[in-house]
């Protein structure tokens, strides 16, 4: 009786053991975590390595639109713009220098006395001399100045549209944008040449005048010099960023004409060009 008691006992803890691995086996597995996957970025950057990061952690120039600003044909673009500018401030400078000692007799005895008016040589009817001849040669100037600032000023907005454009990556929606563009440039480099010549051939007629020659006479009486009949320091620098500047823009549509065929080759593949 012991003995059948005894091995009822050990038969129910053996089955007690079997239930619980079963129950452990029935149990769900956990689901495995996967490795993160790295999405693939751009051309010519690692894998996940700018794609997958953080907007306000990526640099500068590393968005998608900002990258098309190390292209070579934007660093001529924005080499453009520079050259547009400071075409457009030294034809400004001009255009505001009234030259000579315009105003400077009117201001009384403080001037002439603490500021050497009484010992500059002008007095009297001189004075008025020099001030109608300062009037009238910077009315002289200002048409090829003001000629200067609008070429300088339609040069830099469209240079601005130019990258503009490439920033909303016009070129690569729009193929033939890059054709008109290479037109453009061409244009605006050959037709800065004459440009160049009527500016500077305006200029001599003006430096040739009796105004000028009355003027530059009447102040080498005196003593002064600088008030010669001749091109000056910002006339002279407006001609040499206009004459880099056409080289920039013929530079500009040969790399336009270069990157149409490269789209046109690449259309159908889906990669995404960014250095067009």
């Keep these: 009786m012991a003995e059948a008691a005894e091995r009822r006992a050990r038969r129910g803890e053996q089955e007690a053991a079997g239930g619980a691995e079963k129950g452990r086996a029935r149990r769900p597995s956990e689901p495995?975590?996967?490795?993160?996957?790295?999405?693939?970025?751009?051309?010519?950057?690692?894998?996940?390595?700018?794609?997958?990061?953080?907007?306000?952690?990526?640099?500068?120039?590393?968005?998608?639109?900002?990258?098309s600003l190390c292209t070579a044909r934007a660093c001529c673009q924005l080499l453009q713009l520079l050259l547009s500018l400071l075409i457009l401030i030294c034809s400004s400078v001009s255009y505001n220098d009234s030259g000579g000692y315009t105003g400077l007799f009117s201001l009384g005895g403080l001037y002439y006395y603490e500021y050497g008016g009484a010992y500059s040589g002008f007095s009297g009817a001189d004075g008025e001399k020099a001030q109608r001849l300062d009037a009238q040669f910077h009315q002289l100037k200002r048409p090829p100045a003001r000629a200067a600032m609008a070429v300088g000023g339609a040069l830099l907005a469209f240079t601005c549209l130019q990258i503009g454009a490439g920033l909303w990556r016009v070129p690569w929606r729009c193929p033939p944008w890059l054709?008109?563009?290479?037109?453009?440039d061409g244009a605006v480099a050959l037709g800065l040449a004459p440009a160049l010549y009527f500016y500077y051939q305006h200029l001599h007629a003006i430096y040739s005048s009796p105004v000028c020659k009355e003027r530059e006479s009447l102040y080498s009486s005196k003593g002064y010099r600088g008030f010669g009949c001749g091109v000056h320091g910002a006339e002279i620098a407006v001609g040499l960023f206009a004459v880099g500047d056409a080289v920039a823009f013929l530079l500009t549509a040969f790399l336009a004409v270069r990157a149409f065929r490269t789209i046109r080759n690449l259309r159908s593949k889906p990669v995404d060009v960014d250095d067009l």
């Design 32 to 67: 495995r975590r996967s490795a993160p996957s790295l999405r693939p970025g751009p051309p010519g950057l690692a894998a996940g390595s700018l794609s997958d990061a953080p907007e306000g952690r990526r640099g500068l120039l590393e968005g998608r639109r900002c990258r």
């Design 179 to 184: 054709i008109a563009e290479a037109f453009l």
